[in-house]
T-cell receptor, first 118, second 114 residues
């Protein structure tokens, strides 16, 4: 079945540091890939997405490139801020799964807690 | 503004009680999903529905039930058969089945057994 693996956290950085959160996936079809962010006590918000190989998603200074050859979708940001402190989830949607049982659903990684200090 | 509304935000349940979590969307989305979130485990799919009057079990459906009588509504009942119900529950919707568009999430309901 489909699966998503994220680097284990928590990740603690100083403000203006470079951020990388690794994400790799396994899917039987041709998935779309997503990064979601969750602030304390809230639901998830879409951060960025990519729907095909070599696409780059970007938003709010965050970027991730869909690498089919390495089945990866690593999240990066060149200079983090305190306000970026949150939990980050990598996810995939594989609507054409051959078995039909994952039709349209999202499969999530376990989440990575990011804390940024001033 | 369109969106997904979950209620209540906090819910307390006594042992042996059934409780129902509400999820309403006005996005005109076909597909709706319920996820459970536990610390360090990410989100796990409980149930999903791709169309009115139809729903499917997810990965951890035991002890839960759902209904989809209206397109806008997808309530989740946590039954007394769910042995460890304390968790954060998230409802989501996607425009149509097979779509690669993003899911929209509600703000979540935190359920605690007392």
């Amino acid at each position: 079945g489909d699966s998503v693996t994220q680097m284990e956290g928590p990740v603690t950085l100083s403000e203006e540091a470079f951020l990388t959160i690794n994400c790799t996936y396994t899917a039987t079809g041709y998935p779309s890939l997503f990064w979601y962010v969750q602030y304390p006590g809230e639901g998830l918000q879409l951060l960025l997405k990519a729907t095909k190989a070599d696409d780059k998603g970007s938003n709010k200074g965050f970027e991730a490139t869909y690498r089919k050859e390495t089945t990866s979708f690593h999240l990066e940001k060149g200079s983090v801020q305190v306000s970026d402190s949150a939990v980050y989830f990598c996810a995939l949607s594989d609507p054409y799964n051959a078995g039909g049982t994952s039709y349209g659903k999202l499969t999530f990684g376990q989440g990575t807690i990011l804390t940024v200090h001033p | 503004d369109g969106g997904i509304t979950q209620s209540p935000k906090y819910l307390f349940r006594k042992e042996g009680q059934n409780v129902t979590l509400s999820c309403e969307q006005n996005l005109n989305h076909d597909a709706m999903y319920w996820y459970r979130q536990d610390p360090g485990q990410g989100l796990r799919l409980i149930y999903y529905s791709q169309i009115v009057n139809d729903f499917q079990k997810g990965d951890i459906a035991e002890g839960y039930s759902v209904s989809r009588e209206k397109k806008e509504s997808f309530p989740l009942t946590v039954t007394s058969a769910q042995k460890n119900p304390t968790a954060f529950y998230l409802c989501a919707s996607i425009r149509d089945r097979g779509s690669n568009t993003e899911a929209f999430f509600g703000q979540g309901t935190r359920l605690t057994v007392v």
